[in-house]
């Protein structure tokens, strides 16, 4: 006897599977140009800590920790959540946050996607029951930033998150679902809130771009924090060149926060720079969303080497003039701290 799936279930496999050769085609690794005298080193992994029992863990996540060995009395936090194909451990060694958390006095926590969820290690953004509230892997998230406060004494005023692509996308549920944790937030060639519901049609917006009303954008992060007046700083940032993640889909996170956070477009205000184009928008004296368009950047995180052999680190963390996680630290308040 023949045993046939359902058609449903059968096309969600096809479309499963359809995804993942997508995504993998998308995510080559970058190729990066060495000069015959120089060879790429073995790069030297952070100190990331892995923690469990931190909670029900119903995401399936692992949690890894960067804490300096000296701390101000009640530390900022600092939450990366990488992209697709990374870890924790290539990313930090490329972006160089735990550097800055010795150097600054916070406590780094890394989220770790797992290739049972997603064979790619993408944290599962498109899927509803990954990111619905106190649910799936947003609330893995939460339940690390939860333990992390408690047994680091973090100043729960000054919790900060950030991710690159999948990791963006991720960071743009965990800010829609829980503005008031956060303190700031920064997106990195993500996707706006509610983009996809499945693989194919997640594929299909990284691609091509997702064009919607800004009502509607706004609409999906009302949907799930109705009563919210007040939301945390928010950055975007996109590269022009960006062939894995549509610039549109910058351009869609821009007004997805305007709307959500009510604030007029024409009230923002265009800075040319050397690297690109910077938008803002205030609200009084407070800087509310800010937009960092780089120019020939592809789809990763903009940052000012010091020298080639940081640059092998991580093929998602791209070499630029404008230099994120300094500006973040700028951004954030997180400055030089020692010890007394």
């Known amino acids: 006897m ?3 799936l359902p058609r449903s279930f059968s096309r ?3 479309s499963q599977k359809m995804y993942r050769k997508l995504l993998a085609k998308a995510l080559r690794t970058p190729t990066l140009t060495v000069s015959r005298k ?3 080193p073995v790069a030297v992994k952070p100190k990331l800590s892995e923690v469990t029992g931190f909670g029900s863990n119903p995401g399936r996540l692992t949690m890894k920790l960067f804490v300096p060995g000296k701390l101000p009395a009640k530390p900022p936090l600092v939450v990366v959540l990488h992209g697709c194909r990374q870890t ?3 990313l930090d060694t490329g972006a160089g ?3 800055f958390a010795a150097l600054r ?3 780094l926590l890394y989220p770790q996607q797992n290739e049972t969820n997603n064979p790619q290690r993408c944290f599962n953004w498109f899927r509803p029951s990954a990111v619905a509230r106190d649910r799936g892997e947003l609330m893995s998230v939460r339940q690390m930033i939860e333990y992390t406060c408690r047994h680091h004494r973090v100043d729960r005023s000054r919790v900060y998150i950030t991710g690159l692509s999948a990791g963006g996308a991720m960071t743009s549920a965990l800010v829609a679902t829980y503005p008031d944790l956060f303190a700031g937030a920064a997106i990195f060639a993500g996707m706006p809130f509610g983009a996809a519901r499945d693989a194919i049609s997640a594929m299909r917006g990284m691609r091509s771009g997702i064009k919607r009303e800004p009502q509607q954008w706004g609409d999906l992060v009302r949907s799930v924090s109705p009563n919210t007046k007040e939301w945390p700083p928010i950055s975007v940032w996109h590269g022009t060149a960006d062939s894995v993640v549509n610039p ?3 351009r869609a996170l821009v007004s997805q926060w305007l709307e959500a956070t009510d604030m007029n477009k024409a009230a923002g205000q265009t800075k040319q720079m050397s690297w690109g184009t910077l938008e803002e928008w205030k609200r009084g004296d407070r800087l509310q969303l800010s937009f960092y368009s780089v120019h020939g950047l592809g789809h990763g995180l903009p940052r000012r080497f010091s020298n080639q052999k940081e640059r092998v680190a991580d093929a998602y963390v791209l070499p630029s003039e404008l230099s994120a996680p ?4 700028r951004a954030w308040g997180l400055r030089s701290w020692r010890a007394v």
């Open 38 to 40: 120089w060879r790429s």
């Open 12 to 14: 969600l496999l096809k």
């Open 326 to 329: 300094l500006e973040l630290m």
């Open 2 to 4: 023949t045993f046939k």
């Open 105 to 107: 006095g916070f406590v």
């Open 88 to 90: 924790p451990e290539s």
């Open 248 to 250: 549109l889909n910058g």
């Open 97 to 99: 946050f735990s550097k």
